[in-house]
């Protein structure tokens, strides 16, 4: 422990004299990743000083105790190690944890992706639940939510629903909530009270830097039409929808939200480097076998993550087995259970990996 923490030191004080060199400071991309590595860097070399005071002050009471013939010494530093040495163990955790080596996506904002599944109208009705879910969720720990796209579903709720969410680890909180959602309900449609299940993808994507990913202005394909739909004479009549044809993956990409054709652009290109460099750590993850196995999956679309059952007001949540009895609690989102448990269960998984 104590020479992975040395290591852990002197690569701090490396980082701390780059992040103030010019050289670095002028080049953003990598000022930036800099500054994410001493801000994690920081929080490990911080708790390294106290395990350290820790361990000295539990050999000073052991040498008293060794070599002290004072009765009422030996008896103090007795009292002090029975309450020092629990903490030794207690801080080695708290260190292995900070050890553990970080996504380099989890400081990133998101861009949000939900889109109807199976089951039809009543798919479109759940897009809309977990939007909403995940809107009062960022609200509730302090992550900003932005609307970027709604597209209607034909008796509510919505087919396609995008947005942007930006804050501290918006990618590390969010990112085990890909994959198929299953709800459980009776629709308001049907007569004779019979349970449909339906269903919703959840894409999460890291927003990306221009200067992180680079997509050539000749490989894309631009087209611009009138906006359709609500929003009054000046939308229909200008060309501010925008259409977006990346060439090298076949990834699509329309945005009609505004008046503004910059705007639209803008919005527009933004989910298309996430969608891009989603396709390329989707390629990258299929090729390391560690994530194969990971206990969290993937995040894939195909996987089937949770279950949220009306009538048992049960919500499942398949990859680590839980099951809370709150269904009108976390669609109000309170998903901090579930997300915290996700999270352990991924740090545990790395552990066994490299950290036992």
């Known amino acids: 422990m ?48 106290e395990y350290r005071e820790l361990l000295s002050n539990i050999q000073n009471a052991k040498e ?16 002090e190690l029975e309450e020092l ?35 039809g109208d009543e798919a479109a009705l759940f897009v809309g639940d977990l939007f909403r879910m995940y809107e009062r969720f960022c609200d509730r720990i302090g992550l900003k939510f932005e609307t970027t796209a709604l597209y209607e579903g034909s008796a509510g709720g919505f087919r396609e629903a995008v947005a942007t969410i930006r804050g501290e680890d918006a990618y590390g909180i969010m990112k085990f909530e890909a994959g198929v959602h299953r709800v459980q309900r009776v629709p308001k449609t049907e007569s004779q009270g019979r349970i449909h299940t339906s269903a ?36 229909n009549t200008t060309y501010s929808a925008v259409k977006l044809t990346h060439k090298p993956t076949g990834i699509r990409v329309s945005m009609q939200d505004g008046k503004s054709q910059l705007k639209n652009l803008e919005k527009a290109m933004t989910i298309l480097r996430a969608r891009v460099y989603k396709l390329e750590m989707d390629k990258r993850k299929a090729e390391e076998d560690s994530l194969k196995r990971s206990m969290v999956g993937s ?15 049960r919500v499942t949540d398949h990859r680590i087995g ?35």
């Open 64 to 79: 008293i105790l060794a070599t002290e013939k004072d009765d009422e010494l030996r008896a103090m530093a007795r009292e």
């Open 322 to 356: 839980l099951t809370l009895y709150n269904l009108s609690g976390v669609l109000d989102g309170e998903l901090d259970e579930i997300v915290e448990g996700l999270r352990l269960a991924e740090n545990a998984e790395k552990l066994k990996e490299g950290l036992s």
């Open 200 to 235: 919703a993808t959840v894409a999460v994507m890291p927003e990306v830097e221009e200067y992180e990913l680079v997509l050539e202005d000749k490989d894309i394909i631009k087209e611009y039409t009138n906006a359709s739909g609500p929003g009054g004479q000046s939308v």
């Open 2 to 49: 104590l020479d992975k923490l040395a290591h852990i030191e002197a690569r701090f004080e490396e980082v701390k004299q780059q992040i103030i060199d010019p050289a670095v400071m002028s080049d953003m991309g990598r000022y930036k990743s800099l500054n994410i590595e001493y801000k994690n860097l920081d929080k490990i070399t911080s708790k390294a000083k």
């Open 85 to 119: 040495e629990p903490l030794e163990e207690s801080l080695e955790d708290e260190l292995k944890l900070l050890m553990i080596p970080k996504d380099p996506n989890d400081t990133k904002d998101i861009v949000l992706e939900i889109a109807a599944g199976t089951g």
């Open 299 to 313: 995040g894939d679309r195909s996987e089937k993550i949770r279950t949220y059952n009306f009538p048992q007001s």
